[in-house]
T-cell receptor, first 112, second 111 residues
Framework: GQQLNQSPQSMFIQEGEDVSMNCTSSSIFNTWLWYKQDPGEGPVLLIALYKAGELTSNGRLTAQFGITRKDSFLNISASIPSDVGIYFCAGRLTSGTYKYIFGTGTRLKVLA | DAGVIQSPRHEVTEMGQEVTLRCKPISGHNSLFWYRQTMMRGLELLIYFNNNVPIDDSGMPEDRFSAKMPNASFSTLKIQPSEPRDSAVYFC?????????FGSGTRLTVV
């Protein structure tokens, strides 16, 4: 099935560092979502973006809906050990449907 | 709110056996999704329902897979007969608006 390109695939960072990851596509999306998945659990919604250029924060997390509507970015500031997990972007192509395409995931490890 | 409830959490079965995965969506959510997650293919949408009606089943891999939603509070995903390549984590998710709420998943191992 179709997937979004997400980068980097994995990251190892020191506690306290900032993290950036992004999601790109050749298609135009009208909604972007960012999820985090902990081991043995389902993904949990972090941030939802609905308009091109939109910048939304959730605590230490900030996400942006790219101007071209073909990409999105997620930043985590001052990382802590519990930020460890897999982060997924998801995009919706068509209004009026709840069908989302998921990214390939970014695996984040935080070293204390 | 108990969230999306899936059962069983783990299932180990022999090749050729029938497997049924169950899902109870969040009350009031009118869309339900079945996803499969593997290391190789990531999260793949298998099928989704809106108001209990299957809307898009283009992700169902083959005729061995079937899904039903007899009412707003219950859905099943059945694999018959199962094969080792079906081993994966199967997630159910429900939604009322943008953004899904996922269940904890069923880890299926077919030996």
């Amino acid at each position: 099935g179709q997937q979004l390109n997400q980068s980097p695939q994995s990251m190892f960072i020191q506690e306290g560092e900032d993290v950036s990851m992004n999601c790109t596509s050749s298609s135009i999306f009208n909604t972007w979502l960012w999820y985090k998945q902990d081991p043995g659990e389902g993904p949990v919604l972090l941030i939802a973006l609905y308009k091109a250029g939109e910048l939304t924060s959730n605590g230490r997390l900030t996400a942006q809906f790219g101007i071209t509507r073909k990409d999105s970015f997620l930043n985590i500031s001052a990382s802590i050990p519990s930020d460890v997990g897999i982060y997924f972007c998801a995009g919706r192509l068509t209004s009026g449907t709840y069908k989302y395409i998921f990214g390939t995931g970014t695996r984040l490890k935080v070293l204390a | 709110d108990a969230g999306v409830i899936q059962s069983p959490r783990h299932e180990v079965t022999e090749m050729g056996q029938e497997v049924t995965l169950r899902c109870k969506p969040i009350s009031g959510h009118n869309s339900l999704f079945w996803y499969r997650q593997t290391m190789m293919r990531g999260l793949e949408l298998l099928i989704y329902f809106n108001n209990n009606v299957p809307i898009d089943d283009s992700g169902m891999p083959e005729d061995r897979f079937s899904a039903k939603m007899p009412n707003a509070s219950f859905s099943t995903l059945k694999i018959q007969p199962s094969e080792p390549r079906d081993s994966a984590v199967y997630f159910c998710a429900s939604s009322q608006a943008a953004g899904y709420t996922f269940g904890s998943g069923t880890r299926l191992t077919v030996v």
